[in-house]
């Protein structure tokens, strides 16, 4: 069973850093993370796939970075240099096995503001 729990979330300033974390998955075919802003939809924001290639969206390119702690089962989400249109409620998604169900998390909230 994945039950997955996202932590880390907060209040920063623009310019600031936080650090997601998402546990409650065992093995991985990929890992992600996904975002929604009040009015938005869900937009993908990073993706790590289990032999360790990973992308992003554009807008977080450089600032942000996806990675596992394979021995424990945890993955991170650094941001740094944050934007107010950062400003979301952050999901970790996994998907265990290739063509398999997709699991969410409940979601942590980022707010980005001065």
Known sequence: QVRLV???GGLVQPGGSLTLSCVGFESIFSLG???QSPGTGREYVAKIFHEG???????????????????NN????????L???DTGTY???VRPTMGGNDYWGQGTQVTVSS
């Open 53 to 71: 290639t990973t992308n992003y969206r554009d807008s977080v390119k450089g600032r942000f970075t996806i990675s596992i702690d394979k021995p």
């Open 6 to 8: 996202e932590s880390g």
């Open 33 to 35: 993370w996904y975002r």
């Open 91 to 93: 999901y970790c998604t």
């Open 83 to 85: 934007k107010p249109n």
């Open 74 to 81: 945890i993955a991170y989400l650094r941001m740094n240099s």
